[in-house]
């Protein structure tokens, strides 16, 4: 039986969220006149947060304003490949580095599954020797550069159940011939938590819920 390890990103894998460091990064390392669209996107946050739009939108509006209508493409890589060096120096956990080579040296696949967007979830995923990352697709011109636009759902939720069986039907890999374990920092993430058959909530302060276990991340 296969056993394959599902990682949420942010506050699980990383110490801090990834997606407005990204958005600031992108805008300051351009001219640097996209900086000026930050409080819109404060602002646009807060709509969020008052419940005027969904997460789809938001993202589709912060990487339209802070990035522009090409998300990724030749010219940007450089300054995405910085993006990711800073975050594999400053920002990943050392609890889930440590589990990360433990799970890669007992034969674990290692899938990371984010509502991260794959501008730069793939990459860092890759930087952290995971073998696939499943997270939020964009649309693509002619030339395949992505665009601010997203392709489909955001990846979150009960949509991250149904990329994970999408992703296991294209390895062919049935659901009964796996063992799945998922790490999350939250329990928004109770689908995956559920469809795996160990769920670990990563916290300094989880606890338990259910058939969940727990861990701490933030040590070594």
């Known amino acids: 039986m296969q056993r394959i390890a599902l990682y949420d990103l942010d506050r699980t894998v990383t110490r801090a969220p990834t997606f ?8 300051a390392s351009g001219t640097g006149l996209r900086l000026l669209g930050l409080p819109l996107w404060v602002l646009a946050m807060l709509g969020y947060k008052s419940k005027l739009y969904g ?3 938001l ?9 522009g209508r090409v998300v990724k493409s030749s010219a940007l890589q450089p300054r995405i490949g910085a993006f990711i060096a800073k975050q594999i120096d400053c920002n990943i956990q050392p609890g889930a580095l440590a ?7 007992a034969g674990v696949r290692l899938v990371l599954v984010t509502a991260a ?7 860092l995923a890759d930087a952290l020797g995971f073998e696939a990352a499943i997270a939020t697709r964009h649309q693509r011109d002619e030339a395949g550069n992505l665009l601010a636009l997203i392709e489909g759902e955001n990846n979150y939720g009960a949509h991250k159940v149904g990329r994970v069986k999408e992703w296991l039907a294209a390895e062919g890999i049935a659901r009964s011939d796996c063992h799945l374990i998922a790490y999350t920092d939250h ?3 109770a689908p995956i938590l559920n469809y795996a058959d160990r769920g670990v909530l990563v916290g300094r302060y989880a606890k338990p819920q259910g058939d969940w276990a727990c861990a701490d991340w933030s040590a070594a």
């Open 20 to 27: 407005t460091p990204f958005l600031a990064h992108m805008a």
């Open 99 to 105: 589990q990360i080579a433990a799970d890669r040296a």
């Open 117 to 123: 967007p794959e501008i730069y979830a793939e990459a």
């Open 55 to 57: 997460r789809k939108a």
């Open 187 to 189: 329990a928004s993430d």
């Open 59 to 67: 993202k589709q509006f912060g990487l339209r304003l802070l990035v």
